[in-house]
């Protein structure tokens, strides 16, 4: 079976631009995760969708990140306009579920690196 | 304030040997304490899951060990092997939640042949 696929899987732009990053969850979850990975902070949890619709939100930065789940195969996590403390890895995860000990299935992240 | 702490930061230990990392948590209230292994430029993948009943859960290689009273865990590796070089991140479930998450910082383990 396929995992999480994200992309892209690397991106460079200048400071300024528009980012829009993008998710296929595994088939079949109903819990989609947008993280954030820093050598100084960890991962940190961005948004959490649950059957499309988002439940937690609380872990955006500020106005200028947005996340959209538009059907339950597609996800998009969108940095207008982006600025150099963006760069991060972004890792986009997604479970069966919605409570208890279910684990969550990680794809390989997109490495965002802004000039 | 919730919190998971990791040790130790790194470890570096030849290949065939066994070792164990440590992970004590202050998260309330408990629900579960997850293992992840994060291989250089992937993402985490889990190992084990173990809830406040469970005191150890076994992954092949890999044992992890709770205990709920002291708040305490353990992921242990049996026969190391140069894959098993990695990030291993203890991440503890706050309330009955699938995403209310505290993630440690990790321990960053090298295997030596």
């Known amino acids: 079976d396929a995992g999480v696929i994200q992309s892209p899987r690397h991106e460079v732009t200048e400071m300024g631009q528009e980012v829009t990053l993008r998710c296929k969850p595994i088939s079949g979850h109903n819990s989609l995760f947008w993280y954030r990975q820093t050598m100084m902070r960890g991962l940190e949890l961005l948004i959490y969708?649950?059957?499309?619709?988002?439940?937690?939100d609380s872990g955006m930065p500020e106005d200028r990140f947005s996340a959209k789940m538009p059907n339950a195969s597609f996800s998009t996590l969108k940095i207008q306009p982006s600025e150099p403390r963006d760069s991060a890895v972004y890792f986009c995860?997604?479970?069966?579920?919605?409570?208890?000990?279910?684990?969550?299935?990680f794809g390989d992240g997109t490495r965002l690196s802004i000039l | 304030k919730n919190q998971v702490e990791q040790s130790p930061q790194s470890l570096i230990i030849l290949e065939g040997k066994n070792c164990t990392l440590q992970?004590?948590?202050?998260?309330?209230?408990?629900?579960?304490l997850r293992w992840y292994k994060q291989d250089t430029g992937r993402g985490p993948v889990s190992l084990t899951i173990?809830?406040?009943s469970e005191n150890t859960k076994s992954n092949g290689r890999y044992t992890a060990t709770l205990d709920a009273d002291t708040k305490q865990s353990s992921l242990h590796i049996t026969a190391s092997q140069l894959s098993d070089s990695a990030s291993y991140i203890c991440v503890v479930s706050f309330m009955d939640s699938n995403y209310q998450l505290i993630w440690g910082a990790g321990t960053k383990l090298i295997i030596k042949p």
């Open positions: 969708f649950n059957n499309n619709v988002p439940i937690d």
């Open positions: 995860a997604s479970s069966s579920g919605r409570g208890g000990a279910q684990p969550q299935h």
């Open positions: 992970c004590n948590y202050t998260v309330s209230p408990f629900s579960n």
């Open positions: 173990m809830t406040f």
